[in-house]
Nanobody, 117 residues
Framework: QLQLVESGGGLVQPGGSLRLSCATS????????TGWFRQAPGKEREAVAC????????NYADSVKGRFTISRDNAKNTVYLQMNSLKPEDTAVYYC??????????WGQGTQVTVSS
């Protein structure tokens, strides 16, 4: 069973940067596609970015294209989300998800990101 733990959230001013990490254990991360999702108060959870198991393919929500970068280090069993030029509307709880065909999805507990002056 895969366990995911997010870290790196916090309070940042508009225009600032944060790097989120998603550390995994319990299984081999390279077998899973992974993604970052976020949920703001009163809103549904939305996909932010995803990356294939090999790391060769990525996709981003239009709202974060050009500002966020997803990456992974399979040797360290960790997925990252580099967030630059942060905006107040990026404020949300950010979740990491791992998925593999034929198996259940795995989620982390989330990390709060607050963008405010």
């Amino acid at each position: 069973q895969l366990q995911l733990v997010e870290s790196g959230g916090g309070l940042v001013q508009p225009g600032g940067s944060l790097r989120l990490s998603c550390a995994t254990s319990g299984s081999t991360l390279e077998d899973y596609a992974t993604g970052w999702f976020r949920q703001a108060p009163g809103k549904e959870r939305e996909a932010v970015a995803c990356i294939s198991s090999s790391g060769r393919s990525t996709n981003y929500a239009d709202s974060v294209k050009g500002r966020f970068t997803i990456s992974r280090d399979n040797a360290k069993n960790t997925v990252y989300l580099q967030m630059n030029s942060l905006k107040p509307e990026d404020t949300a709880v950010y979740y990491c998800k791992a998925a593999r065909v034929g198996l259940r999805d795995y989620w982390g507990q989330g990390t709060q990101v607050t963008v405010s002056s």
